[in-house]
């Protein structure tokens, strides 16, 4: 399998630049060809709707959805990665007012975590903050593509913690907290979003970002359209 992905690497450096660059590679269950971008570390087999992820020269097999679409509009929807973990998590402070508030803090299951490359995120608001923030929760929908996942698993388990103490810190200061927090399931989400050209609007909490900020874009509506 490594052999695979040396050649797909071997494809990915060959490609013309400007156009979209997506690489063929092989499906490890059914044959049937992954498709990522230039910096994907995801390849998701639209056939098995399996998400691969390159750890260590080889796919190991994660868990993933495409979501459904909570909102409707007459625009072309891309879907884009977002990690998801189920946290179990504890909170103390010795300071009993601190720990009284903490109690009036909604509990996160579910902690969101940005997959594809946002430029300025804590600008324009990171969706993965914000739907944990929101705890939201997602419902699987029908198959679609899903490219632009440039975060591994192992990344986006580090913005566990930071996500959950910003979230308890808008309603008690963090300061002396002791957070223990274990990390259970983790799966790999294709968010809904609008195109609506200069802005994505999550077709979840409605929310928007500029369409500059999200790297790759042109490839990844390019991959929207085609499925390649
Ligand atoms: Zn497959």
């Known amino acids: ?9 071997d ?16 499906c490890p269950r059914c044959g049937g060809p992954l498709s990522g971008l230039q910096q994907d570390v995801v390849f998701l087999c639209g056939g098995c709707q ?41 909170s103390h402070w010795e300071d009993p007012e601190r720990e009284a508030l903490a109690r009036q803090v909604p509990r ?3 902690v969101y975590v940005t997959g594809f490359e946002l430029h300025n995120a ?9 739907f944990t923030q929101r705890i939201v929760r997602l419902e699987a929908g029908a198959p679609a593509p899903l490219v632009g ?5 192992e990344e986006a388990k580090a913005y566990v913690e930071p996500h959950l103490l ?24 294709g968010v809904p979003f609008f195109d609506e050209g200069d802005t994505l609007r999550d077709a ?20 929207g359209r085609t499925g390649r």
Request: proline share 5%; net charge neutral; hydrophobic share 45%.
């Open 204 to 223: 979840i909490l409605g929310l928007k970002i500029p369409a500059a900020a999200v790297d790759e874009l042109g490839a990844i509506r390019a991959h």
């Open 108 to 110: 996160v299951e579910w």
């Open 149 to 153: 996942c440039t975060r591994t698993l």
């Open 166 to 189: 910003m979230i308890i810190d808008r309603r008690v200061d963090v300061t002396g907290l002791e957070l223990s927090c274990a990390i259970g399931e983790a799966l790999l989400w």
């Open 11 to 26: 494809l990915r450096d060959g490609a013309e630049v400007g156009g979209p660059t997506v690489l063929a590679l092989h």
């Open 1 to 9: 399998m490594s052999g695979c992905w040396r050649s797909g690497r």
């Open 50 to 90: 399996v998400p691969y992820e390159v750890a260590g020269g080889t796919f190991v097999e994660r868990r993933g959805f495409i979501a459904r679409a909570l909102a409707q509009a007459d625009r072309p929807i891309l879907h884009l990665p977002v990690w998801t973990f189920r946290v179990n998590y504890a």
């Open 122 to 130: 804590s600008y324009f608001g990171d969706p993965g903050q914000i």
